[in-house]
T-cell receptor
Framework: GDSVTQMEGPVTLSEEAFLTINCTYTATGYPSLFWYVQYPGEGLQLLLKATKADDKGSNKGFEATYRKETTSFHLEKGSVQVSDSAVYFC???????????FGTGTSLTVIP | GAVVSQHPSWVICKSGTSVKIECRSL??????MFWYRQFPKQSLMLMATSNEGSKATYEQGVEKDKFLINHASLTLSTLTVTSAHPEDSSFYICSAGGQVPGQPQHFGDGTRLSIL
């Protein structure tokens, strides 16, 4: 079945460092891909999405490109801030939109 | 702004009490909503899929008599934790949306349930 594999955490970076959180997927057909962010004590917020191959989702300085050839959707940010400290979830919805699959989450801590 | 509203955000109650959590879709009608449970530092665990006008679909291992789900309208689903005990303490999150290719799920802000 469909699934998402996400980079294990936790990740600790200094402010202004480059961030990459790896996400790969297994799916039938053409899934849609998402990154969500969860700040402490809150629900999940949609960070960005991509719905077809080679699409690049971007928001708040974060980017991820839908790579069908490598079945990946890695999250990147060029310069992280302390306020980016949160848990990041990679997610996939199948080609019908009816099923959602989440990665295990990656905790990011950014230190000044 | 928020498209899914969840209430209450935090509940503390005595063992044996039943607790109701509401999940509302604000900007759209949701025939399907989802209820998740999240343990500290862990991912979301899907508990059940709430279907408007019909019975919820529970994931394996989730007690349907313990976690009662009602989806009486296109904008409201409720989760009732019946006769709650300390082991039911957790963070519960609802979501709505998706169901169409490319559309994301939108999440409520979650409810922290603490049973004393």
């Amino acid at each position: 079945g469909d699934s998402v594999t996400q980079m294990e955490g936790p990740v600790t970076l200094s402010e202004e460092a480059f961030l990459t959180i790896n996400c790969t997927y297994t799916a039938t057909g053409y899934p849609s891909l998402f990154w969500y962010v969860q700040y402490p004590g809150e629900g999940l917020q949609l960070l960005l999405k991509a719905t077809k191959a080679d699409d690049k989702g971007s928001n708040k300085g974060f980017e991820a490109t839908y790579r069908k050839e490598t079945t990946s959707f890695h999250l990147e940010k060029g310069s992280v801030q302390v306020s980016d400290s949160a848990v990041y979830f990679c997610a996939l919805s199948d080609y019908t939109g009816n099923q959602f699959y989440f990665g295990t989450g990656t905790s990011l801590t950014v230190i000044p | 702004g928020a498209v899914v509203s969840q209430h209450p955000s935090w509940v503390i109650c005595k063992s044996g009490t039943s607790v109701k959590i509401e999940c509302r879709s604000l900007d759209f009608q949701a025939t399907t909503m989802f209820w998740y449970r999240q343990f500290p530092k862990q991912s979301l665990m899907l508990m059940a899929t709430s279907n408007e006008g019909s019975k919820a679909t529970y994931e394996q291992g989730v007690e349907k008599d313990k976690f009662l789900i009602n989806h009486a309208s296109l904008t409201l689903s409720t989760l009732t934790v019946t006769s709650a005990h300390p082991e039911d303490s957790s963070f519960y999150i609802c979501s709505a949306g998706g169901q169409v290719p490319g559309q994301p799920q939108h999440f409520g802000d979650g409810t922290r349930l603490s049973i004393l």
